[in-house]
């Protein structure tokens, strides 16, 4: 048994009876009918998921002004990447000491 479909649209009148948008493209004989309705389903603005949404929908997509071509993006990242180098300068220094206490040779495996 094949299965041929089509999907036609419809008003199901107060008397129970269908009146389709257009003839069905469909060979005569037995059907099955499903019905679906359709209806403007309004997204609950209130519940936790939606409003978190909307906070999401609102951070801007880029930093800085749009007008500004990304110079502002490049100067933040120049100024990350300063104080990074900054951190990682005076770790160093730290860390240098410590290297120094180090003993230089270790003694064989017996």
Excluded: Y
Excluded at 79 to 87: I, V
Excluded at 92 to 97: D, K, L, M, S
């Amino acid at each position: 048994m094949s299965l041929i479909e089509t999907v036609i649209e419809g008003t199901l009148k107060p008397d129970g009876t269908l009146e389709l948008d257009a003839k069905p493209n469909l060979p005569a004989g037995r059907v099955k009918v499903v019905l679906r309705q359709e209806t403007d389903v309004a997204r609950p603005a209130e519940t936790p998921f939606w409003r978190r949404m909307q906070e999401i929908w609102a951070i801007p997509v880029s930093g800085g002004e749009p007008a500004d071509g990304g110079e502002s993006t490049l100067k933040d990242v120049h100024l990350m990447r300063t104080e990074w180098d900054e951190h990682q300068t005076e770790l160093e220094r730290i860390q240098n000491p410590c290297q120094m206490d180090k003993p230089t040779t270790e003694e064989p495996n017996r």
